[in-house]
């Protein structure tokens, strides 16, 4: 079970950025996924979940109405579509995976157990 994640970069405040997540070793019909974020100094958070098999997703509010999380199954992949960035939303991304947990509240609010290498995106102007 492996997830490669990528898409960071530098980008402006008010800004938009698509993170890719390629999922292997497992199919995105069962699991949920989601995105996480870690800024410097800061605690790790989850900023985005969906689960695979319902489509039922959990944003907190910080993020609500800017980022949007999606899956191409075809692809295998999982998407973190990000408007309107802030510099606070400056930090690493992952994309994350519990294989056996299906509720994507659930992912949000744990520790997951398989994770992707994190990309960094950076909000600055």
């Known amino acids: 079970v492996q997830l490669q994640a990528s898409g960071g970069g530098l980008v402006q405040p008010g800004g938009s950025l698509r993170l890719s997540c390629v999922a292997s070793?497992?199919?995105?019909?069962?699991?949920?996924v989601g995105w996480f974020r870690q800024a410097p100094g800061k605690e790790l958070e989850a900023v985005s979940c969906l689960s695979t098999n319902n489509d039922i997703t959990h944003y907190p509010d910080f993020v609500k109405g800017r980022f949007t999380i999606s899956t191409d199954k075809a692809k295998n992949t999982i998407y973190l579509q990000m408007n309107d960035l802030k510099p606070e939303d400056t930090a690493i991304y992952y994309c994350?995976?519990?294989?056996?947990?299906?509720?994507?509240?659930?992912?949000?609010?744990?520790?997951?157990?398989?994770w992707g290498q994190g990309t960094q995106v950076t909000v600055s102007s």
């Open positions: 994350a995976t519990e294989l056996g947990l299906s509720s994507s509240y659930a992912l949000c609010h744990r520790r997951p157990r398989t």
């Open positions: 070793g497992f199919t995105l019909d069962r699991p949920a």
